[in-house]
């Protein structure tokens, strides 16, 4: 029996170096469970990612359950590495062989996809969605985003600017976009805790009427907004996006059709064209996956669909065109940036360790540390790799 077990343990290294031979870029070194080495190098040179295994069993789980697997192992301990940014990178760089090349079994296909589907964001869906990802507490977050208490891309001009300046850039570009005057209305989809909201009604005289299904974000905003005396200028309301009535001059909804599923993504747009005033502008700020992976994409499920954002589906700059148009919202411009978001994931993920300690002691555990490690290096190596990207897309209604 152990000369079987042996021997389809030295079959599955043998096809897993067989798909590893193909890499195109960097060299992968190994450190295995039994203490034996390999290396793969790609045909260019580039980065050096160390794995050590710890676990006998990482081949069978690595075949079976693929890319998915390979992050879920992550957070068991199954592997670790020096570097995980390295790693990633390559991983990143190498989509085509070693994610394409470790797709998982197809039961397990089938069963994380139909998870999937069940995470559809219908109304009552959204809420829970929402719920899984922003409800962790306004105090964890508080703990390791900047100053603005803004969890999306900020937009760096200068190399010395700290992340609390760069968000605040990416607040006036949105800003400028709408082409708004004082006391306009603007209606934000997906308010947060309320940081853009604050900076349109402080530094430009801005109405706005702020969204959000995550109560927690809803109770953080509403003070934050009365304590800034702000409160006549800016509403939080716990609303879906779908039973908004009113109609604006403006619209702004920063990195939150990411959300919305693509199933859902005709009703966002239709809702854009519906509660904005004619020559208005709908300023939206996305995350969206290369046009070229997005066919494979949005037929499986990622880490991040499973772990981080469920009913969660990138749209491509080609979808966030084709989408305005189909609602009669006519492209105005469209400005990526992804360098900087790779940059302020790794400062999330720099100060995310740097206060561990305080943020364990609100009721999380060394596995979620590792998943949000994972989360945030593999999605800063999506965007160095301009595998995903971030947009800031307007649209008028004629």
Known sequence: MGTLNQFATNHKLRLIQSILSKMEYGTIQAELHDGNRIEVEGCNSGFIGEIRVHHPKFFNRLLSDGNVGFGEMYMDGWWSTPNLENLLDIIVLNNDILVHGFPGSGLFRIR??????????????????????????????????????????????????????????????????????????????????????????????????GLTISKEQQEHAKKRVFEAGLAERVSIHLRDYRDEQGTYDGIASIEMIEAVGEKYWPVYFKTLYDRLRPGGVAAIQAITISDSLFPNYRKGVDFMQKHIFPGGMLPSKNVMVKQGQSANLKPVYLHNFGGCYSKTLRLWRSQFNKRWNEISKLGFDKRFKRMWNYYLAASAAGFRANSIDVIQVGYKKL
Do not use: M, P
């Open 112 to 209: 994380k996809r139909f998870v999937h589907l069940l995470n559809a964001n219908s109304r009552k869906g959204s809420s829970r969605n929402i719920a899984y990802h922003y409800d962790l507490g306004n105090e964890f977050y508080r703990l390791w985003l900047d100053d603005t208490l803004t969890y999306s891309s900020a937009l760096f001009k200068h190399e010395e600017e700290t992340l609390s300046q760069a968000q605040n850039n990416k607040y006036a570009a949105i800003c400028d976009r709408l082409e708004l005057n004082r006391d306009d209305q603007v209606l934000e989809i997906g308010c947060g805790w309320g940081g853009f909201a604050e900076f349109a009604a402080k530094e430009r005289g801005i109405k706005v009427t």
